[in-house]
T-cell receptor, first 113, second 115 residues
Framework: AQSVTQPDIHITVSEGASLELRCNYS??????LFWYVQSPGQGLQLLLKYFSGDTLVQGIKGFEAEFKRSQSSFNLRKPSVHWSDAAEYFCAVGAQGNTPLVFGKGTRLSVIA | DTGVSQDPRHKITKRGQNVTFRCDPI?????LYWYRQTLGQGPEFLTY????????KSRLLSDRFSAERPKGSFSTLEIQRTEQGDSAMYLC?????????????FGPGTRLLVL
């Protein structure tokens, strides 16, 4: 069975600073990995995904993530955070066959001036 | 391209009442998923459909919950005899259902509060 761990419940960064959100997954086969963002009271918006190929994937809003199979990780990064990035971020893992996603518990990002 | 829509966006009900939520997926998306999200948690899978066929139900889906997708387009999720523990955000997602691995697109959710 798949599982996802997001070790950081809450992170606070200064506007303009770099950001890295951690995600570790557990899955015996080839994982399909996603990062979603959720603003308060809203649904989930896809930031980026990894299915295969280049292990460094680019997403929307200047985000990127790197798949590291040896570390079972898929960390999300952004070089310079904007105040509008404050939200909840979820990492998820899926399997071949479009089965339901398994999500981590999320990391809440706060951005201070 | 219209996204996934859900109705209502908010629902307040009293314990013991029945509630029904509706999800309209992206047009021509064959696969439809329901998830539940409680405060401070990530979404958890409830059930999903390929066209009108319900493929899997999570053990979270007690017998008070029922989901349908009668014509393979919109879906409804009904909760009978609601309990306070049912208070959560109910999220719907859809995907084309034709590929090996696909992105799931989420709706805005229905927030349920059971008093």
């Amino acid at each position: 069975a798949q599982s996802v761990t997001q070790p950081d419940i809450h992170i606070t960064v200064s506007e303009g600073a770099s950001l890295e959100l951690r995600c570790n997954y557990s899955y015996g086969a080839t994982p399909y990995l996603f990062w979603y963002v959720q603003s308060p009271g809203q649904g989930l918006q896809l930031l980026l995904k990894y299915f295969s190929g280049d292990t460094l994937v680019q997403g929307i809003k200047g985000f990127e993530a790197e798949f590291k199979r040896s570390q079972s990780s898929f960390n999300l990064r952004k070089p310079s955070v904007h105040w509008s990035d404050a939200a909840e971020y979820f990492c998820a893992v899926g399997a071949q066959g479009n089965t339901p996603l398994v999500f981590g518990k999320g990391t809440r990002l706060s951005v201070i001036a | 391209d219209t996204g996934v829509s859900q109705d209502p966006r908010h629902k307040i009900t009293k314990r013991g009442q029945n509630v029904t939520f509706r999800c309209d997926p992206i047009s021509e998306h064959n696969r439809l998923y329901w998830y539940r999200q409680t405060l401070g948690q990530g979404p958890e899978f409830l059930t999903y459909f390929q066209n009108e066929a319900q493929l899997e139900k999570s053990r979270l889906l007690s017998d008070r919950f029922s989901a349908e997708r009668p014509k393979g387009s919109f879906s409804t999720l009904e909760i009978q005899r609601t309990e306070q523990g049912d208070s959560a955000m109910y999220l719907c997602a859809s995907s084309p259902g034709t590929g090996r691995v696909e992105t799931q697109y989420f709706g805005p959710g229905t927030r349920l509060l059971v008093l």
